[in-house]
């Protein structure tokens, strides 16, 4: 998939996880406090829906975290271990750790949750091309659930289909802010 479909992607992924992280995290804070916390959710949800192409010489991320592609793009194939559960569970506990150590700060929940979101929502979108992914790394075995090419027509249309998607529930999610 392409950076703008793993973009809309998080995006959605955020916007559908977003009831849990408000009830979890935000709601007992002020307004502009909480639209503070969201766009820094949204913005990891961002990083973290492109990061896994941190292995993939060109890609946008690469371009911009030249240290880590280095580290990343030279010992792992693509869609390989930045691709994997492995990968997820490596973030998560990461994630973990440094928010617990930081007694449970609300800045560091919002970074690793949307951060997390991103990751995962990059995996499944690639799940859903020919080419795949090795989600059980490093086992080698390849996984995908459609036939979609990247950049194909197809592609451009399920990436019309996720910003109808993020439209809707960016309406639906202010509809019930004002109710």
Not at 6 to 25: A, D, N
Not at 157 to 167: D, Q, W
């Amino acid at each position: 998939m392409t950076k703008e479909t793993h973009s809309k992607g998080g995006y959605l992924i955020s916007l559908l996880l977003l009831p849990y992280i408000y009830k979890t995290f935000l709601m007992y804070y002020n307004l502009s406090y909480r639209i503070v916390l969201l766009f820094i959710y949204a913005y990891f949800t961002h990083l973290g829906a492109l990061i896994s192409d941190i292995d993939m010489k060109g890609s946008y991320i690469s371009k911009r975290f030249i240290i880590l592609h280095k580290l990343f793009g030279k010992r792992f194939k693509h869609r390989g271990f930045t691709h994997s559960l492995l990968f997820v569970g490596i973030l998560a506990f990461a994630g973990d750790t440094i928010y617990l150590s930081s007694n449970n700060n609300v800045v560091f929940a919002c970074i690793f949750s949307g951060f997390l979101a991103g990751v995962i929502s990059h995996i499944i979108l690639d799940l859903l091309t020919k080419e795949g992914v090795e989600l059980f790394y490093p086992l080698g075995i390849n996984f995908s659930l459609l036939p979609i090419k990247t950049s194909s027509k197809a592609e451009k249309n399920f990436s019309k289909i996720l910003s109808i998607a993020v439209i809707f529930l960016i309406g639906y999610r202010f509809y019930l802010i004002t109710l």
